[in-house]
């Protein structure tokens, strides 16, 4: 029995819904260097779900479904309330979620018609139940969403009760189509493993969220913030990430499973972290991130990926370190639940062997005689 350690290179379904070749990151064909520069987060919601970018009426279409499914029921805000003090955004999130289904009459329904709107719901309540996390855990009220409002004005708006500057919207925005989906990353992965047994959608995504959690993984994003604040500034850049690569310590926000020459998202977070961190006046933070990016470019031949720039961008929007990887995973609810429909249209059981290394012929001993 030949193993693959952690799965690297190995095929495991097919998939039209995104495709990484050479380097090249595309959703439904389409190079996501152009969705980024002319598409908003809806169009590519729209494209990951249908495989086709949408005609205007079937945009308004969506918009208008997802701006009417944006509120949350009453009772999963109340829990929302009496969740523990200081538990993590994405505990919190992966909980809410969860309980969405107790309150979801179509939740066992399995038609795809069902799942089809159980997808929009996911993704117009996400940032809702973050947002109303975010401002409950401060002992503020949630703002109600805007049904006129897009999922990234919604968000910036129901953290604030403030309408967020175009300039924010468009950078968070942009941020949400480049980590709309990513083919068979963990998380989509066991999405996909959950829902082939023929569970229910949020199943599905409660494992996805459970998965994007980790360090490895998204929570990538918030440790590289924490990085960034331990560092403090340019003059310790050096001695800092010196120390970490002499004992040996992951560097968060660099190395990829599949790109190896380079992550086709971090050049654009790059630049939005130049301009962004310019705009609030601290662009030390960014040179503080081309800095540890030339370091371990040039010592350990590794390149920033997704989650590295996106750490400067977001603090630059004001956003709390703990709400990044969130962030991600509102972004990403396109892509899961994309990965979660073409998985039930096609399904067979995902279950591969294990290569057993224990001990052989054992027997039973009583347990006075162990
Ligand atoms: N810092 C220092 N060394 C690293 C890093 C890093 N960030 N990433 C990889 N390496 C080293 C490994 O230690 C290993 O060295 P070795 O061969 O001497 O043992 C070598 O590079 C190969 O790395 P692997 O861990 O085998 O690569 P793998 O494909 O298994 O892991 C991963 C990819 C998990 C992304 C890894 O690069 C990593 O841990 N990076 C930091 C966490 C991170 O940024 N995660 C976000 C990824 S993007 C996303 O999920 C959205």
Partial sequence: MTTTRGLE??????????????????????????????????????LLWHGALPKRDQLDALKKQLGENAAVAQEVLESIRHYPKGVHPMAALRTAVSSLALYDT??????????????????AQTPTLIAAYERMRKGLEPVAPRADFTIAQNFLYMLTGQEPTETAVKAF????????????????????????????????IVSAIGTLKGPLHGGANEA????????????????????????????????????????????????????LTAQIGHPELYEMSVKIDEMISGEKGLKPNVDFYSASVYISLGLETDLFTPIF???????????IMEQYENNRLIRPRADYTGPVNQHYVPIDRR
Wanted: aromatic share 8%; glycine share 8%.
């Fill in 173 to 204: 925005d942009v941020a949400l189509i480049l980590h709309a989906d990513h083919e068979f990353n963990a998380s989509t992965f066991s999405a996909r493993v959950s829902v082939a047994t023929l569970t229910d959608i949020y199943s599905g």
């Fill in 224 to 275: 590289v913030a924490k990085m960034l604040n331990e560092i403090g500034g340019m003059a310790n850049v050096e001695s800092y990430i010196r120390t970490k690569l002499d004992n040996k310590e992951k560097i968060m926000g660099f190395g990829h499973r599949v790109y190896k020459d380079g992550d086709p998202r971090a050049k654009w977070l790059k630049d939005m972290s130049k301009a």
């Fill in 329 to 339: 995973a509102i972004s990403r609810m396109s892509g899961w639940t994309a990965h």
């Fill in 9 to 46: 290179g190995v095929v495991a379904a097919q998939s039209s819904i995104c495709s990484i070749v050479d380097g090249v990151l595309c959703y439904g064909g389409i190079n996501i260097d152009e969705l980024a520069e002319h598409a908003t987060f809806e169009e590519v919601v729209y």
């Fill in 106 to 123: 179509e939740a066992q329904d399995m038609s795809p018609e069902a799942n089809y709107r159980k997808s929009i719901r996911l993704m």
